[in-house]
């Protein structure tokens, strides 16, 4: 699975910006068709996101599209127009059924079938952020093997219920925790909502470490200048490595002389304590995999 511990939205229309984005050091990049496009350049976007996958160095950086919502009728141009460019992956916004996500990707086979390409190559990420996603996320998550992650968008989502949006964040928590929920129920990486307010890193900060608290493995980014406190947060610290090390040692010391629970700085460590550490160690290699 890709490193997306803060995948940055680039308008598609823009080939400056999308020059500027490569230079970054983003874990993924997601190319704009959609929200950050206006309708009057969406065909024009469409080639230019084309040529930049055919053309530009991504370097290590995931290469992501977001495609228009299927309701709107411009997904399939989307599609058409930038498979050709072979991305990573496809970005699905406003998912509300398992069958929008089967689409695309009956879509994106067609593609692997006529070029050669190998099947279910190009990965899914399906962004729930409307009142009939969250319903439906059990079916949505079970799509298909292709879908890779879900993605919680909170601003859509409190215009659909008729939410007031406040810095707490309680008028979408219930619809945020089950993302994360369904995420980790079907083995899916879950990644929070873009942060708005580029005036207030302090809220960012307290925003994305909430959303790794519950369990969260990144959170979209908006702005270049969200990129460094979003992998900071979503980075394990050197010292959570180190405790997460020590306690599989010592898991590992009393597993072999037949014990079971036990007690670790006066703390009592059982399975879901090790499965935790295991997950700390497993992203920092990652982490350090991407980085050579």
Not at 74 to 101: F, M, N, Q, S
Not at 215 to 231: D, F, M, V, W
Request: aromatic residues 6%; charged residues 25%; glycine residues 8%.
């Amino acid at each position: 699975m890709s490193l997306r511990r803060a995948p940055l939205f680039i308008p598609g229309d823009s080939p400056r910006k999308i020059e500027k984005g490569l230079t970054l050091k983003a874990d993924a990049v997601i190319l704009e068709l959609e929200d950050g496009v206006a309708d009057e350049r969406k065909a024009e976007a469409r080639q230019i996101v084309a040529k930049a996958l055919q053309t530009l160095d991504f370097g290590p950086a995931e290469r992501l599209v977001r495609i228009n919502a299927l309701e709107t009728g411009l997904a399939e141009a989307d599609l058409e127009a930038t498979l050709v460019g072979r991305p990573d992956g496809y970005v699905i916004p406003k998912v509300e059924t398992a069958a929008a996500v089967q689409w695309v990707s009956q879509t994106i086979r067609a593609w692997e079938q006529k070029e050669g390409w190998p099947s279910e190559g190009i990965r899914l990420l399906a962004i729930v952020e409307t009142a009939l996603g969250v319903m439906n996320l059990r079916e949505i998550a079970a799509a298909g093997p292709r879908l890779e992650a879900l993605l919680f968008g909170a601003e859509d989502l409190a215009g659909d219920i008729g939410a007031i949006r406040t810095p707490a964040g309680w008028e979408v928590f219930y619809a945020k925790s089950a993302v994360v929920t369904a995420a980790a129920a079907f083995g899916l990486e879950a990644i929070d909502t873009p942060f708005i307010n580029l005036q207030d890193p302090t809220g960012l900060g307290v925003e994305a470490r909430q959303a790794l608290e519950m369990g969260y493995s990144g959170k979209l980014a908006i702005h270049p200048a969200q990129l460094e406190t979003l992998r900071q947060i979503f980075t394990p610290s050197p010292e959570a490595v180190a405790a997460a090390q020590r306690l599989l040692e010592v898991y590992a010391d009393h597993v072999a002389r037949g014990s079971g629970v036990f007690i670790l700085d006066g703390k009592m460590v059982d399975r879901p304590m090790v499965r935790a550490a295991q997950k700390i160690l497993t992203k920092a290699r990652q982490i350090d995999a991407c980085r050579r």
